[in-house]
């Protein structure tokens, strides 16, 4: 029946994580043995953890694997594989730690990027990592465990925004596609309903489930609504998910 616990799925899903928490230490393990040995000392841990990818090139859920050092300057190493933790080889942990050690391996990695776009990253780079540089002086909790917890804070924040990003570029692809769309999408926002009936009327194949049931408002389902209390506000660009921590 709809709406019933069903204990089974409760069951799997719990025992999935602990297959997965397993296999997270089992590559953490292995990473540490693969590692050359005159690095070991240096290093202050390694991690591993799943992250989902909004990249439509990119595996659904990807596992980022990263080696930080006890030196705060020293830049961490950090790689990602295109699949879930759970179903990584030993053969698979190598092949990422030869691409830790060696990131020229790793090929294309990220999307071109205009001299503009470039010069906004390494500014938002250089402020982020001197904010968080910063996060120690501030007399509250640990810096390790709040950098930590700042880190994975941004993660999940620029992957949303990421996949937001994409929503956006997938509606406005539509709409550019769309005879008379831009006609339609401006009279919709000016609440001109006998224009945007006009515009329908006048344009062979203009699909009528565009414009809302009133012929005011614009349809697009996989666009995020926006709260009728809040205007949209400028984001940073966006980073791509894949192969980061």
Known sequence: ??????????????????VKRKAQEQI?????????????PDIEMVACREFQCGDPKCAPIDTAIQVMFKEES??????????ESHLMSREDVERAVEE?????LRGGEFDPISP??????ETLKADLFSALDGV????????????LAITQRLFAALEDYEQRVMLQQQALNRAQTAP???????????????????VLDETPGMDPSTVG??????????FPPTPPSRRPQPCPPPRRACNSF
């Open 213 to 222: 049931p009133d012929n005011r408002h614009v349809h697009a389902p996989s």
């Open 180 to 198: 008379g769309a831009n006609q339609l999408l401006g009279f919709a926002q000016q609440n001109k309903p006998e224009e945007i009936q006009r």
């Open 136 to 147: 120690g002086s501030l007399g509250q909790g640990t810096a390790f465990s709040d950098k």
């Open 28 to 40: 953490k393990e292995w990473v540490m043995e693969l590692l050359p040995g005159e690095m070991k």
């Open 116 to 121: 503009g776009a470039l010069s906004v990253y």
């Open 74 to 83: 020293r830049p961490p190493l950090q790689t990602g594989v295109p699949m």
């Open 100 to 104: 830790l050690l060696r990131p020229e």
């Open 1 to 18: 029946m709809l709406g019933m616990f069903d204990p089974d799925a409760a069951r799997k899903k719990t025992d999935l994580a602990g």
